[in-house]
């Protein structure tokens, strides 16, 4: 399979090896893991946000539909109902509202039932200074950088962007020579 990529990147450590798995492939310096990339204006207003006091209240992110049980919605309002926690609903029209409104709130509960490999979401919450409920299928909470202090966190995904463009310069590199 190595044949039809020059480079493969992947969300996380667990994506990237379900993904071998499934093909019964090797692993290779040729697959890397990035995470996700934000806009450097994001992650500020986020860092600003971080600061400001939280309402007390745990945020479900209000997906309907098909969406609304791929991303668990009824197993996080059973979770916030079984331990007490005052939560709402809340669906957002823009993403930089989406990032006030997190923001505000508590803790985000998460649970979605497939996996799902580096929801932005989550890691948006904890850069957002939430605390956060989410169930194994978040596959990146496992991932080394996920639980240092939070500006180990903000400096790791600030580094991405950059990270990705030196790779893909080294896979060019080595594609001419």
Request: charged share 25%; hydrophobic share 35%; net charge negative.
């Given at each position: 399979?190595?044949?039809?990529?020059?480079?493969?990147?992947?969300?996380?450590?667990?994506?990237?090896?379900?993904?071998?798995?499934?093909?019964?492939?090797?692993?290779?310096?040729?697959?890397?893991?990035?995470?996700?990339?934000?806009?450097?204006?994001?992650?500020?207003?986020?860092?600003?946000?971080?600061?400001?006091?939280?309402?007390?209240?745990?945020m479900i992110v209000?997906?309907?539909?098909?969406?609304?049980?791929?991303?668990?919605?009824?197993?996080?309002?059973?979770?916030?109902?079984?331990?007490?926690?005052?939560?709402?609903?809340?669906?957002?029209?823009?993403?930089?509202?989406?990032?006030?409104?997190?923001?505000?709130?508590?803790?985000?509960?998460?649970?979605?039932?497939?996996?799902?490999?580096?929801?932005?979401?989550?890691?948006?919450?904890?850069?957002?200074?939430c605390k956060l409920?989410?169930?194994?299928?978040?596959?990146?909470?496992?991932?080394?950088?996920?639980?240092?202090?939070?500006?180990?966190?903000?400096?790791?995904?600030?580094?991405?962007?950059?990270?990705?463009?030196?790779?893909?310069?080294?896979?060019?590199?080595?594609?001419?020579?």
């Amino acid at each position: 399979i190595q044949q039809y990529f020059q480079h493969m990147f992947y969300m996380s450590e667990e994506q990237k090896r379900i993904h071998l798995m499934y093909l019964n492939a090797a692993d290779s310096e040729r697959r890397t893991i990035l995470s996700s990339c934000f806009l450097p204006s994001h992650l500020d207003l986020m860092k600003e946000l971080r600061s400001k006091p939280k309402n007390g209240i745990w945020m479900i992110v209000g997906y309907s539909g098909y969406m609304g049980t791929m991303k668990g919605v009824d197993q996080a309002k059973q979770i916030a109902e079984e331990s007490g926690l005052k939560y709402e609903l809340r669906s957002t029209r823009t993403y930089e509202e989406m990032i006030r409104t997190l923001g505000e709130f508590e803790g985000l509960i998460f649970t979605p039932q497939m996996e799902d490999t580096c929801p932005r979401l989550t890691i948006e919450a904890k850069l957002l200074g939430c605390k956060l409920i989410v169930n194994e299928n978040v596959q990146h909470i496992e991932e080394e950088w996920w639980d240092k202090p939070i500006e180990n966190v903000e400096s790791y995904i600030r580094s991405r962007p950059d990270y990705f463009w030196r790779v893909i310069d080294g896979v060019e590199s080595s594609f001419h020579n």
